[in-house]
């Protein structure tokens, strides 16, 4: 069947795409770097623990924060699932169903997930060495749920695999037979352990300069952590940059220029981020590994309309202006930062107020 | 249409977002209104300086940030998940018309999310009026992303004017944002007081406990006034035709407004309990059980919210089919397998018809019918209807069951799905055409030079239908008729109607070992009339619709005078178990017990009556003791519809669009039945019911428009979705009562000339006297069907039962198949030929159809 024929017309848009784009991007930039930093935190407390470790502050540490980890994770995923479905909904609502009971159970994986978090994080004392259980659970929860939101996603960009949903529509399709499939996941994965790395870096190097004199060597495990797992990103990156389809990287087109401009980008970035890790150089290499980040999402977004550009391109999308509910957005947006940013100041404030008086 | 259907069984219906959405929506106004509760009772804690109250603050603190982070805002993404799973068509029009409202709602979401830690993680660490200004920021927050998400809930059940301005703003203020909002929040408040006892009940501190308990009773009865009144004004702002169907009409609402009406008394009689100091286990108790209840009063408005939306998943927008109703017509034309996307079977074939219909039915039902699931199961809704008869009441499916969208589908299409299910699920199967066992009967002799009399006998009507089960129901009680004619031959013949007996003699038993069934025939001015023969037919495998009786003429002497045999029809064969079930495999249409107690429960169910529960006390139901019948002289009730108008009247709006078959699904003119009700030449040359009685819905547009105009209201409601097929407009159609106001020969047979035209359009006997059956000669004195015979089965009559049953007399008398008297035979009664057309113009001559 002409895969044409199955992608469904798509409803018109209320504001030009670039603004959707933008946001789609942006919001989903951070909820990246939270799941890399929450996956990865879980999965080294993980390796922490196999070690024999279980009274590790970096394990105290997770188990402290990895709620908030999920909670704001979760937040900044929501946001981007709303862009993509307001942008690539005809693919996205049809890969979602045509895996609809992998892609549903997502939410019970979700929530055990959580709810392990705060087990993790509440009877972390009294675990002792359960907290190897937990800690093993809550990461092979997570990295499954990242292998349906991967295969969510290639199975969007695929429409010529679409029609096997004529001989199983019970919603139990994969997309395992996708080259790109595992590479794309394991990057994601990869880069999870590096940042996870980074996070852990970053956390006890602002409590050494606090001037805990036991943060130090925690600092350089998380560098190299770090390091170590961005080198292996590297080859993990060129299998996938191997996997793609042909046509899809060339310099011939403004779109293939852009995305292998930002690709190479975002890999030419590896470089210094992992000298600036090696030398236990923190904020350096976080600014690399954003910036790599960035690019690599950047390329991502582009080869999606890649890969779609046989059936689709956001240009189609007619346009219903209401850009009356984009200003609302846009008001609320501005100044709901504004007031987490004075509630953050407010709390700190108050706290040290307190503090102050005995 | 356009998307690919999750095909799902027993968990279709929507049984998934019923999971996902009742449990999410009791956290998530928990979520909104346990922000407030906390807020206030750390005020409160404050101002009475009660560090232990502060303690409990921070527990409950604890409790709200686990459940309503972990299971209220997963549970949250959940729905969004499983609606674009569900009806993905719908959910693009509200993210593509809403996303800047969710955007909106996200932000609050990160707000409150950075606030509500925040507020856990200081408590006791900043002075007590600056950790409140926390919780009064997550509150609002929360109560911002509640007004949002409530536009677009409020959208789909009331979308305003959007559908003609496509403009957020008409959308997102719909007609019922407002009241739904106050209705949301008051509910959200009351919320928060149910999980609030939970936590108060579990305190160990005796005096605290009763305290917090009280508080929490105070969350409970301060906004229920507030909470009623916005319930009020919520229904109010809904269309009246939604209220309506909401509250009066849908019988699988009730069970939803009855939960949460009867909710409500008893969420405040707790609330009141609780200010009584009660002994802790019988409080904590109460706590569970309030929790409980209130996870059952969202759920019961839930319900009516999403119910009371059906057909429609937007309303006035798109079905829950996924259907434009603008594109409704479009589809009609094409066919759904057409126009669909996602599609396999774009044809349907002999091969493919069930494979087709399960594609449809994933198309167009499974929406909101699960297959061997919770969900309204289709299996048990229509387990006893044939394929025909499921087909034709999908076909009518929206006029008396609002919540069900019309069928998008061609014809073809609505037959494959009905196929599918009815036979493809539940395995039943249209009757098959029946073999007619021939049926022989003696003729007595005639002797044309020497017998003295010509005896003739008919039966006024041709079929005269039985349907009664005993103790349950009386639809048509047995009661066939006979007439007979004793005419002295002669050059002038005399009628004989003195100093004769006439009787009847059934051929056979009564049935059950009684004695055969025989009368005297009474004498009327010049005919013989036998009323009221208990003449009962078997049904099932067995039926004889044509009992034949022997009528004897004999003197006072006794001495037979003349005697002919008649056949008086008669069937039990009506096609009620075609919808209504109670058939077994192999059974023929009828009215078995099982039908008669399904037809009742239908109609209590649409009716409001109280039928099945009169029957299964004992006593038969009558029809017509409500419902006026001339056929049976019954008054019925005068306020009610008559019964023909009653029953045509509603069937007719399943059997739209179609011709004679419609007549078959309840008549005996079909051939999956023994007995046949149009038996004679019109027949033979090819006319069916619809050319004198007209299609089904001019039948019973006549009826209704005759009942309209005495003033029921109900006539009105029926004659709504039927649109005349031959007459003009509504107002052209001619008003008519049954069995008397009926067609007749001679608005064919003009002056009784040849036929010029075979369908009788809108023309009616005007009185009783006028009938074909009541009416005679040019004399005065000679019936029409006492040498025609009945209508229906008028000379030449063939009986696909048996050649001679509905040609005795003419046999008998002519050795023809004739009307008595035909080709110039006047010597049948006139022993000699004759030269004068005296009995009716043009009756001297050829006849026309040998």
């Known amino acids: 069947m002409d895969p044409a024929a199955l992608i469904p017309i798509p409803d018109a848009i209320p504001v030009a795409w670039g603004w959707l784009q933008f946001f789609l991007l942006l919001t989903f930039f951070l909820h990246i770097v939270l799941m890399n930093a929450m996956l990865g935190a879980a999965f080294i407390a993980l390796v922490t623990h196999l070690r024999g470790n279980h009274a590790s502050p970096y394990t105290a540490a997770v188990a402290g924060n990895l709620p908030f980890a999920v909670a704001f994770t979760v937040n900044f995923g929501v946001a981007p699932l709303l862009f993509v479905q307001v942008l690539y909904g005809q693919f996205i609502y049809v890969s979602s169903i045509l895996m609809a009971v992998f892609w549903l159970s997502i939410i019970a994986l979700l929530i055990s997930a959580y709810a392990l978090a705060y087990v993790y994080k509440y009877q972390y004392a009294r675990l002792g060495n359960g907290r190897l259980a937990v800690a093993g659970l809550i990461t092979l929860l997570l990295l499954i749920v990242a292998f349906l939101f991967a295969s969510n996603l290639s199975l969007m960009q695929d429409p010529a695999r679409w029609s096997r949903y004529f001989d199983r529509p019970q919603g139990v399709l994969l997309n395992l037979a996708d080259p790109m499939l595992l590479p794309r996941y394991l990057h994601f994965m990869v880069s999870s352990v590096a940042v996870g790395g980074l996070a852990m870096a970053l956390f006890f190097d602002r409590k050494h300069r606090k001037g805990d004199p036991s943060a130090s060597p925690w600092v350089k495990q998380g560098c190299r952590w770090f390091a170590h797992a961005t080198l292996l990103n590297v080859a993990v990156g060129l299998w996938f940059l191997v996997a793609l389809p042909k046509g899809v990287l060339t310099v011939s087109t403004i779109a293939g220029l852009l995305l292998t401009a930002s690709l190479a980008g975002g890999i030419l970035l590896a470089a210094p981020a992992v000298v600036f890790g090696l030398a236990g150089r923190v904020i350096a290499a976080t600014w690399c590994a954003l910036g790599a980040i960035a690019l690599m999402i950047l390329a991502r977004g582009l080869l999606r309309a890649a890969l779609l550009a046989p059936w689709f391109s956001l240009s189609q999308l007619s346009v219903r202006a209401s850009y009356s509910s984009f200003i609302l957005f846009l008001f609320f947006l501005a100044a709901g930062l504004a007031l987490i940013v004075w509630m953050v100041r407010f709390t700190l404030r108050s706290c040290a107020a307190r503090e102050a008086r005995p | ?850």
């Open chain 2, 1 to 850: 249409m356009n998307y690919p259907v999750w095909q799902l069984d027993a968990f279709g219906g929507g049984l998934w977002i019923v999971l996902i959405a009742v449990f999410h929506v009791y956290l998530s106004h928990f979520a909104v209104g346990g922000g407030l509760f906390l807020v206030l009772a750390e005020r409160k804690a404050q101002r009475e300086n009660d560090p232990a109250m502060l303690d409990y603050v921070r527990a409950h603190a604890r409790f709200f940030l686990l459940l309503t982070m972990v299971a209220g805002s997963i549970t949250g993404v959940g729905i969004w998940f499983i609606m674009s799973l569900l009806n993905p068509s719908a959910t693009s029009i509200l993210v593509h018309t809403f996303v800047f409202a969710w955007a909106s709602e996200w932000v609050f979401f990160l707000i409150e999310i950075v606030a509500l830690f925040l507020y856990y993680a200081t408590f006791g660490r900043m002075e007590s009026g600056r950790h409140q200004v926390l919780g009064w920021i997550y509150f609002g927050a929360a109560w911002m992303s509640l007004a949002l998400i409530n536009g677009v809930i409020g959208f789909m059940l009331t979308p305003g004017d959007w559908p003609k301005d496509a403009s957020f703003w008409s959308g997102f203020f719909n007609p019922s944002f407002w009241p739904s909002l106050f209705f949301r929040t008051f509910l959200a408040l009351i919320i928060a007081g149910l999980f609030g006892l939970t936590t108060a009940a579990w305190l160990k501190d005796a005096r605290l406990r009763i305290v917090m308990i009280r508080f929490c009773a105070r969350w409970l009865l301060l906004p229920f006034v507030f909470f009623v009144a916005s319930a009020a004004w919520y229904r109010a702002a809904l269309p009246a035709e939604l209220q309506e169907m909401i509250f009066a009409r849908m019988p699988s609402m009730r069970l939803y407004v009855n939960g949460f009406l009867l909710c409500s008394p008893v969420l405040v009689v707790a609330g009141l309990l609780l200010i009584f100091r009660l002994p802790v286990g019988l409080a904590r108790a109460l706590a569970i059980a309030l929790l409980l209840i209130g996870q059952l009063y969202i759920g019961c408005f839930e319900f009516i919210r999403e119910g009371g939306r059906r057909p429609y998943i937007i309303r006035e927008v798109m079905y829950s089919t996924s259907i434009l109703k603008r594109d409704t017509d479009r589809v009609r034309q094409e066919g759904v397998l057409s126009s669909a996307k996602w599609v396999r079977h774009r044809e349907i074939t002999d091969a493919n018809r069930l494979a087709a219909g399960r594609e449809l039915y994933n198309l167009l039902c499974l929406a909101c019918h699960a297959v061997g699931g919770p969900m309204r199961d289709i299996k048990q809704l229509t387990a006893p209807f044939t394929p025909s008869g499921l087909d034709a009441m999908i076909s009518g499916m929206e006029v008396f069951y609002p919540a069900m969208p019309p069928f998008a589908g061609t014809p073809e299409e609505r037959a494959a799905l009905a196929l599918y299910v009815a036979q493809g699920l539940n395995g039943r199967s249209d009757p098959a055409p029946v073999a007619l066992v021939e049926k022989k009967v003696g003729i007595p002799a005639f002797d044309p030079a020497a017998s003295p009399f010509v005896l003739l006998a008919w039966s006024p009507q041709s079929m005269r239908s039985v349907a009664e089960v005993k103790g349950v129901l009386s639809l048509l009680p047995p009661g066939n008729s006979l007439r007979a004619q004793l005419i002295k031959r002669g050059e002038t013949p005399e009628i004989v109607n003195q100093g004769v007996a006439l009787s009847y003699r059934f051929a056979g038993d009564g049935g059950a070992g009684k004695p055969a069934i025989s009368g005297e025939m009474t004498a009327e001015e010049d005919v013989f009339v036998a009323d009221n023969i208990p003449l009962r037919p078997g049904v099932g495998q067995v039926a004889d619709p044509y009992p034949t009786a022997i009528i004897e003429a004999r003197d006072e002497s006794d001495a037979l005078l003349a005697e002919t045999t008649v056949v008086a029809p008669v069937s039990a064969e009506i096609g009620c178990s075609g919808c209504h079930g109670g058939a077994g495999q192999g059974d023929r249409p009828g009215l078995y017990r099982e039908t008669a107690l399904h037809i009742l429960r239908v109609h209590d169910r649409l009716s409001g009556t109280a039928l099945l529960a009169e029957a299964q006390g004992g006593a038969t139901v009558r029809c017509q003791s409500c419902h006026a019948d001339a056929l049976v002289k019954a008054q019925g009730d005068p306020a009610r519809l008559n019964l023909s108008a009653a029953i045509h009247g509603f069937h007719a709006n399943y059997l739209r669009g179609k011709g004679a078959e419609a007549c078959g699904f309840c008549h005996p003119s079909s051939n999956t039945v023994v007995a046949r009700c149009l038996r004679d030449i019109h027949a033979a040359v090819g006319m069916d019911c619809v050319n004198c009685h007209g299609a089904v819905e001019d039948h019973a547009l006549g009826l209704l428009q005759q009942e309209r105009r005495a003033g029921k209201g109900q006539a009105a409601a029926l004659m709504a979705h039927l649109r005349p097929r031959s007459a003009g407009g509504l107002e052209e159609v001619a008003p008519r009562q049954p069995w008397i106001n009926q067609p007749d020969c001679l608005h064919c047979h003009v002056d009784f000339q040849a036929p010029e035209t075979d369908t009788v359009v809108n023309a009616r006997t005007s009185d009783e006297q006028g009938l074909y059956r009541n009416r005679t000669d040019d004399s005065g004195r000679l019936f029409c069907a006492a040498c025609h015979s009945g209508a229906h089965a008028v000379y030449p009559a063939d009986n696909p039962s048996g050649a001679q049953l509905d040609v005795l007399q003419p046999l008998q008398y002519q050795g023809n198949r004739l009307p008595l008297g035909a080709n110039r035979n006047c010597a049948v009664c006139h022993t000699v030929a004759m030269a004068d057309e005296m009995h009716h113009a043009n009756s001297l001559r050829a006849f026309r159809n040998e």
